[in-house]
């Protein structure tokens, strides 16, 4: 903590980050859209460029901090190794799979389901690549006593299940953010017009569902009763988070606790219950599923800390969404929740509410003072040393490719703190 404390003296306007950084048990969130930053009047924009010019040269303080994050046990690999590259054959895979599990006999509707998995829209599949390298990370050697044939059958049956729960994953996280996108009024995803601009609310909904429902027939096949309990728990997690935030009164819109749970909800519990799933299909213990559980989880805190990080210091160009878009909608995240501490007087701007410019605007500016921004950086690299602790406490093993796929978790986790998009 104090080489961390060291190396963020250097990159936030020469302050330290206090050991009273809020300190989490669970919970984070997901960033809803909004307006494009075109619509917001001159004078705010000049403050908003200034203000990530100065934030973008002091991220870049952060990969020189990311070896200082916790590397126990995981060896370092010869060459550097790219987490996504090393499932990319199986990610197009399931990409081929996808299109083909949301094929309708209504065109309208088949070609909405489809409308994020095709070539250009379909993202970086971070949570699949997640749930694959987990897969691969938590392989066990077949016992000597089966024969080759039948442990080959037995390894590629559990795979291809594998396989299946991060698709599955896939189309529920697809779902919500159509859902998202009409309770948000978004017009922007993942760099093309979202879904409910271009085709319409109603059939970004029934698309949603479509999803949701082709996501049941798949986890139905696994039958598994616990690893279906698993998915349909994230599932209804995702409606509470939803709900959670569409019904925040003034009092919980300003709890940092209360938000923090709201998103575990939205985000958090889909990627720590479908690693945990993959572990289950692997056939470990308990305790290992809870260990790829522990990294889902504060890896998917990590993720959503700077996602609130990005919403203020990216651009609408890199993030693929309308910037700015949390606090034009009134929702409050963490950079704003840890300016408020140091500056009360931010309580009586939030509670003006930001349909007002010139709120957005005197927020930023008690933003700009504070260590908000820094302290919700500080906050997702301790999430990520949480997740890497996770892949320490991990079984030994003495396979060389479990290894690498072990500290290519860690290196995600690295990537998740450094990201700019």
Request: charged residues 20%.
């Amino acid at each position: 903590m104090q080489m961390l404390r060291w190396g963020f003296r250097s990159l936030c306007r020469s302050r330290t980050v206090g050991s009273d950084a809020y300190s989490l048990k669970i919970f984070l969130p997901v960033a809803s859209l909004g307006a494009p930053l075109s619509q917001i009047p001159a004078e705010v924009l000049s403050k908003v460029r200034n203000y990530r010019e100065y934030h973008f040269q002091s991220s870049h303080g952060l990969h020189d901090i990311r070896y200082q994050i916790d590397q126990d046990k995981i060896p370092a690999a010869k060459e550097p190794v790219d987490p996504f590259a090393l499932v990319s054959d199986e990610l197009s895979i399931i990409a081929n799979r996808l299109q083909s599990m949301v094929v309708s006999k209504v065109p309208k509707l088949a070609s909405a389901a489809e409308y994020f998995f095709k070539v250009g829209a379909e993202g970086k599949k971070f949570r699949p690549t997640v749930l694959l390298l987990m897969a691969s990370a938590l392989s066990m050697p077949t016992p000597t006593s089966i024969a080759v044939e039948v442990a080959s059958s037995f390894q590629k049956n559990m795979r291809t299940r594998q396989q299946r729960v991060a698709e599955i994953t896939e189309m529920i996280h697809v779902a919500s953010l159509l859902h998202d996108d009409v309770l948000d009024g978004a017009d922007t995803r993942r760099g093309i017009g979202s879904l409910n601009f271009v085709m319409g609310n109603k059939l970004a909904v029934l698309a949603g569902d479509f999803l949701l429902s082709r996501a049941c027939v798949a986890l139905a096949s696994l039958k598994n009763t616990e690893v279906v309990s698993l998915l349909a728990t994230a599932v209804g997690h995702l409606v509470t988070g939803e709900t959670m935030q569409m019904t925040t009164n003034a009092e919980q819109c300003h709890s940092m606790e209360y938000y923090l749970s709201k998103s575990y909800y939205k985000t958090a519990s889909l990627i720590s219950n479908s690693c945990k799933a993959i572990a289950l299909l692997a056939g470990q213990t308990t305790e290992v599923a809870l260990h790829a559980y522990s990294y889902g989880r504060h890896l998917g805190l990590a993720f959503q800390l700077i996602d609130d990080v990005l919403d203020f210091v990216g651009t609408t160009a890199s993030l693929g969404k309308g910037s700015l878009s949390d606090i034009r909608h009134g929702i409050i995240t963490a950079p704003i929740l840890f300016a408020k501490e140091e500056f009360p007087e931010l309580q009586a701007v939030i509670d003006k509410g930001f349909d007002n410019p010139a709120n957005i605007e005197a927020a930023l500016d008690y933003l700009g003072k504070s260590q908000g921004i820094e302290r919700t950086r500080a906050l997702a690299i301790e999430h990520a040393n949480q997740a890497i602790a996770a892949i320490n406490a991990l079984p030994e093993s003495d396979s060389e490719d479990v290894l690498i796929f072990r500290r290519a978790l860690v290196d995600l986790s690295h990537m998740v703190i450094t990201r700019s998009k």
